[in-house]
């Protein structure tokens, strides 16, 4: 008989989990809490290490089509003038394969299109989960219980598998930085991908297909309400800088906002009897290295290659904790280095560092983060 897991919640690391674990065998079933999918979030950047691990599911051709590669860009300052310049194709010569930006829906619409109608179960909210594989969920039809050889908690930054299941760890906290993003529905122009600096702030463009473009914005800040009118918020700030940023934000409709948060102290384990932890729910990280949903798509393929192995969840737990806390580590000093850094003094000795290091060379250090290549997939 097939082995049975239970994948708590549906967002990118769930989906992509479920997908490979029902392609290794298993029998999968996912609690989902919304009861609709609504095509909410802006958009994300794959990078080599996600496309590869898209690749391993079967979906990358799928993705690249929904997808824009990457073409030129770069680091600029908020007068639009160039840090650094990233040729189109380098980024693929570098690392074999190109950063690929999409839009956060259509990558989870086509993870839910591959997998069949009946595994993911909407309206489940997961309130209760043992180390021996039991579930219980307030389901459709009330409360429900579910009892799995294996249970993935991939639920989130807030996790109730992660608070439930190990109640010593330390939650999420904020950054102190709040960060917008949109995604503008008609854009004629032509664009460069490209992330403009400024003292404590940053605006990020990535070009999406269909001439959408996916924009995100940063300041520091601490957590506060929402303003309102958060599109009015943006062109407050970045209504100055160079173009087309202003004209981006002002042809956006709906602006998205989030006090940024992560989990600052690295799980000892993301393995616990049967349950195991998975994406954000183990490790949310910042987004400056543009990692988090790269890192829990290598979750994913890493979980499906060995959960039916000899050594189980703690090969999963050997292979993933290092690496992903490693990568939120620096996402978190990358951060500070770059969009939180404040000081004029040392604004400008950054500027003059990323002026003065050859593009390759730059490309070279991030290829630590994304050229990463997923195990066979049983
Ligand atoms: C501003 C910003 C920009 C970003 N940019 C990038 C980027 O460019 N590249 C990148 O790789 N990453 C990026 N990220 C990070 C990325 O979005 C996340 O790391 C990723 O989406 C996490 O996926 P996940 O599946 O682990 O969690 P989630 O997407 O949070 O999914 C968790 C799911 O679990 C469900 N759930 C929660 N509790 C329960 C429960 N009790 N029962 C049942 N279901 C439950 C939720 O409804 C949700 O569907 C960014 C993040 C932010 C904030």
């Known amino acids: 008989m097939a082995r049975t897991a239970v994948v708590v919640g549906a967002g990118i690391g769930g989906l992509s989990a479920a997908i490979g674990l029902r392609r290794a065998g298993w029998d999968v079933t996912v609690l989902e809490r919304v009861t609709v999918f609504r095509p909410v979030g802006a958009g994300l950047v794959l990078q080599a290490n996600g496309m590869r691990c898209l690749d391993a599911l079967g979906l990358a051709a799928a993705v690249q089509l929904q997808g824009r590669p990457g073409g030129s860009g770069g680091t600029r300052r908020p007068d639009g003038r160039w840090l650094a310049r990233i040729a189109a194709g380098d980024l693929e010569r570098v690392l074999g394969t190109s950063a690929i930006g999409v839009h956060r829906a259509d990558l989870h619409e086509m993870l839910l299109g591959a997998l069949p109608d009946d595994t993911v179960v909407t309206g489940a909210r997961v309130t209760a989960v043992t180390a021996d594989g039991l579930v219980d969920y307030d389901g459709p039809a009330g409360p429900a219980r579910i009892a799995a050889d294996l249970v993935v908690g991939a639920d989130g930054i807030h996790s109730t598998v992660r608070r439930l299941m190990w109640p010593a760890a330390a939650g999420p906290v904020h950054i102190g930085v709040r960060a917008w993003r949109g995604v503008t529905q008609v854009w004629d122009g032509d664009l460069a991908a490209a992330i403009t600096?400024?003292?404590?702030?940053?605006?990020?463009?990535?070009?999406?297909?269909?001439?959408?473009?996916?924009?995100?914005?940063?300041?520091?800040?601490?957590?506060?309400?929402?303003?309102?009118?958060?599109?009015?918020?943006?062109?407050?700030?970045?209504?100055?800088?160079?173009?087309?940023?202003?004209?981006?934000?002002?042809?956006?409709?709906?602006?998205?906002?989030?006090?940024l948060a992560c989990l600052d102290e690295p799980l000892p384990t993301y393995v616990l009897g049967r349950v195991a932890l998975l994406g954000d729910a183990a490790h949310a990280m910042t987004p400056s290295l543009g990692q988090g949903a790269n890192q829990a798509l290598e979750d994913a393929v890493v979980l499906a290659a060995v959960a039916g192995g000899p050594a189980g969840l703690a090969a999963y737990d050997a292979r993933r904790r290092p690496r992903s806390q490693q990568v939120a580590k620096a996402s978190r000093m990358i951060g500070r280095f770059g969009q939180q850094l404040e000081n004029p003094i040392a604004v400008a000795a950054r500027n003059a560092v990323m002026r003065l290091t050859p593009p390759r060379l730059a490309l070279r250090s991030m290829a630590r983060f994304t050229d990463w290549h997923p195990p066979a997939q049983p």
């Open 197 to 259: 600096w400024d003292r404590g702030a940053e605006f990020g463009i990535v070009p999406l297909v269909d001439g959408r473009v996916y924009w995100f914005a940063a300041v520091n800040a601490v957590p506060g309400r929402p303003a309102g009118d958060e599109r009015a918020s943006v062109l407050a700030r970045f209504g100055s800088w160079h173009d087309p940023i202003p004209a981006l934000v002002a042809a956006t409709d709906t602006v998205l906002r989030d006090d």
